[in-house]
Nanobody, 123 residues
Framework: QVQLVQSGGGLVQTGGSLKLSCAVS????????VGWFRQAPWKERELVAR????????YYLDSVKGRFTISKDSDKNTVSLQMNSLKPEDTAVYYC????????????????WGQGTQVTVSS
């Protein structure tokens, strides 16, 4: 089993930046993937970004491409999501999650989840 503990998030104005971090512990393999999801009120949880545990093949939701960057720090066993040029529509609860599948998109393929953190972008 893999444990994920999130940090970061908060309130920021439109155009601002925030960084989310996900500390990962437990049994992981290079083929595993860590994803960042978000869920806004009344909406489905969606995959925002994903990276393989090896650090390869990053994936981004179209609406965040060029603004968000996912990265992995091997020394600290953390996966971070740097969010720049934030917009009100980025407001949501953000979750990191672990999958045994390298290219997992569906939330059903993610087994372990962080506790969630609120990101609010004011207009």
């Amino acid at each position: 089993q893999v444990q994920l503990v999130q940090s970061g998030g908060g309130l920021v104005q439109t155009g601002g930046s925030l960084k989310l971090s996900c500390a990962v512990s437990g049994r992981t393999f290079t083929g595993y993937a860590v994803g960042w999801f978000r869920q806004a009120p009344w909406k489905e949880r969606e995959l925002v970004a994903r990276i393989m545990w090896s650090g390869e093949n990053p994936y981004y939701l179209d609406s965040v491409k060029g603004r968000f960057t996912i990265s992995k720090d091997s020394d600290k066993n953390t996966v971070s999501l740097q969010m720049n040029s934030l917009k009100p529509e980025d407001t949501a609860v953000y979750y990191c999650a672990n999958s045994r599948y390298s290219f997992a998109i569906s939330r059903n393929l993610y087994d372990d989840w962080g506790q969630g953190t609120q990101v609010t972008v004011s207009s």
